[in-house]
């Protein structure tokens, strides 16, 4: 059985009294393109800085890619990260920037770091001081990849982004992942950013895992139910509620089972990625551990 790309056990980070990121079990298998999405303020800066080691776990435990996060020269060289400010060092060129690359990974691809570089169109004596915030993105972006990562992680790497360049920040990430399998996480708040990409999705609200697993299996796994007025307790047996709204005379319902309807008074629709993403944003957190746990 292949190993899982991140595994976290109960994983909980808090601060003082606050706690940013509680009991989160999840098992992420590799080789995927994982959308981690919630609301600001989520806890999903917190999950990834766990992940890359920058954060010490307050309680449970976390591994990826097969090791503690940080715990050594080898660890370190198998994740790539990109974190949400993308930072470059301003008064470095784009080449100064490479040969950094060079110098501090031992499995630094230089071609590729140049290739990317040239389709670009930027001028490696360029310092990156003097780049827009979209160029920045490119250049912590093509830093992350061409130290040949085993995962690859990105922090809301297009938040501060204009629309153009949150294209073409995503185009380039959709052609790496398509060519090189690598496993990538990748967090957003915006559900569009990840739809273009992400074949597995992971939803955190209020500091906790609401549901993950494959995009397609999840999105099948659910529907929207719509019909006369009623309450949650008249629907199907085996149907769990995940959302719900009512007018005067209508209820709609997105729940989650396979269970078929044979009501006439309801009417059945499938869930696309983004309606179940707010499904589930829009859901409290009543209990005091999720319901499931991601093992796919």
Not at 3 to 12: C, F, I, K, Q, Y
Not at 114 to 134: H, V
Not at 188 to 204: F, G, W
Request: include cysteine; glycine fraction near 8%; proline fraction near 6%.
């Amino acid at each position: 059985m292949t190993s899982p790309v991140l595994r976290a056990e109960g994983l909980t980070k808090r601060y003082g009294q606050r706690v940013a990121l509680s009991d989160c079990t999840l098992s992420v298998p590799p080789g995927r393109v994982v959308g981690l999405v919630g609301p600001n303020g989520a806890g999903k800066t917190t999950l990834l800085q766990l992940a890359v080691g920058m954060l010490s776990p307050t309680a449970g435990t976390i591994e990826v890619v097969g090791g503690r996060p940080a715990s050594g020269a080898a660890q370190l060289a198998k994740v790539g990260f990109v974190a949400q400010d993308t930072p470059t060092y301003a008064n470095l060129s784009i080449a100064d920037h490479l040969r950094l690359g060079a110098r501090t990974n031992p499995r630094w691809d230089q071609r590729t770091a140049e290739e990317r570089i040239a389709q670009l169109g930027l001028d490696p004596g360029q310092k990156t001081g003097r780049l827009s915030g979209g160029q920045r993105a490119q250049i912590a972006l093509t830093m992350a990849i061409a130290k040949r990562p085993e995962l690859l992680i990105l922090d809301e790497p297009v938040a501060a982004l204009d629309p153009m360049a949150r294209r073409e920040f995503m185009v380039s990430l959709a052609a790496y992942t398509a060519e090189h399998r690598t496993s990538v996480i990748f967090s957003s708040h915006v559900v569009s950013d990840l739809e273009r990409v992400c074949d597995y999705v992971i939803v955190l609200v209020a500091s906790r895992v609401r549901i993950a697993g494959g995009v397609d299996e999840l999105t099948a796994g659910h529907q929207r139910l719509t019909g006369t007025r009623r309450t949650a307790a008249d629907l199907p047996a085996g149907l769990q509620v995940v959302e719900e709204s009512h007018t005067s005379r209508q209820s709609t319902f997105v729940v989650r089972g396979g269970v078929p309807v044979e009501d006439p008074t309801l009417t059945a629709e499938p869930v696309d990625l983004e309606a179940l993403v707010l499904a589930y944003m829009s859901q409290a957190v009543t209990s005091p551990r999720p319901e499931w746990e991601a093992t796919r």
